[in-house]
């Protein structure tokens, strides 16, 4: 299956007052057309960070030190600024966080969807409105046509969230960026926007980059998953061969801390991710692993390798 886009051995840091702090390690992953991938992690392990290169949108204290991101057979990192706002919202979409503070609360629902279209698809008047309603249709607004003159304060958290994603459908984005985008929504809501990306990614082909912490999610809506903890990739599977075959003991806890049984106790992984500003040698899950080999796992850095087919992980015990 083709390769929509390619992460390869990013390098990611900071300039500090204390000087370069490195936040990725050597992050590789890649995203199949008409695929959801899972990028999961606690807090603070570098999901965003990693979402947010692939668009550009890092920090200013932020540098690429190495690495490459692919798309569509192009190196993102070696476009200029022009070619990149070309393909951002047209070629690659965004769904952020909170959708109750991404949309313009000044301008009308329709006339934030218009100015998307008309930037990107080289429409305008009639084409534009009409190509935006038919946007909110598909997903699955009701009443497209009166919701089209209305304002994001009139919308509800999870209408605000179709809209965002009716501007990805507008531009027939190739890739959406989903970066936890059902975390201020209630559960039943998350359930819809969820059906919504799922029936997205299958009647348009739409690739999807779904970066969460809630691994319920993944199990029912991911195609592969990719889990990270401290800025490096630990383990990297289909969903279905990393669900009945979890191997790294880090993804092997955060499955344990999912709560199955409400008669058994919640399990819980001891101690607390690293910050950014530690240093830390070796695996940088040592410390907090009760499989840690003395002498090994805090001093060398295991390697991401094939464990079975396409199924990779970064561990010594394998």
């Known amino acids: 299956m083709e390769e929509v886009l390619s992460v390869k051995n990013l ?119 009409k190509k935006a309603i038919e946007a909110l249709k598909k997903v699955q607004i009701p009443s497209a046509e009166e919701r089209f003159n209305q304002y994001p304060h009139e919308f509800s958290g999870g209408m605000k969230q179709r809209a965002i994603i009716a501007m990805a459908l507008a531009c027939n984005a190739e890739l959406i960026i989903a970066d936890e985008p059902t975390t201020a929504l209630d559960v039943t809501i998350q359930a819809q926007i969820m059906n919504l990306l799922s029936d997205i990614k299958r009647d348009f082909g739409t690739s ?68 950014i500003m530690e240093d830390i040698s070796g695996c940088r899950f040592h410390n907090r692993c009760k499989f840690n080999i003395p002498n090994l796992c805090n001093r060398k850095v295991p390697e991401l390798k094939r464990i079975a087919k396409n199924h990779c992980s970064a561990c010594f015990l394998n």
Not at 226 to 246: H, L, Q
């Open 11 to 129: 390098n990611i840091g900071f300039n500090t007052e204390k000087g370069f702090r490195q936040a990725l390690f050597d992050v590789s992953f890649s995203i199949k057309k008409g695929q959801m991938h899972a990028l999961v992690g606690e807090s603070g392990c570098g999901k965003t960070i990693s979402a947010m290169s692939i668009l550009n949108l890092l920090p200013k204290t932020a540098e690429i030190k190495s690495g490459d991101i692919i798309f569509n057979k192009k190196s993102l990192l070696n476009l200029t600024q022009k070619q990149l706002q070309e393909i951002r919202g047209s070629k690659i979409a965004l769904i952020p966080q909170d959708p109750m503070t991404s949309l313009n609360p000044l301008y009308t629902i329709g006339n934030q969807l218009i100015e998307v279209i008309e930037l990107h698809q080289n429409l305008n008047g009639i084409y534009a409105k």
């Open 208 to 275: 999807i980059l779904f970066i969460t912490h809630d691994l319920a999610l993944v199990s029912q809506y991911a195609d592969e998953v990719s889990v990270m903890y401290a800025g490096r990739i630990v383990e990297n599977a289909p969903t279905k061969d990393f669900f009945s075959d979890t191997n790294h003991p880090y993804s092997i806890g955060l499955l344990k801390s999912l709560l199955k049984n409400k008669d058994k106790r919640l399990s819980v992984i001891k101690g607390q991710p690293p910050s």
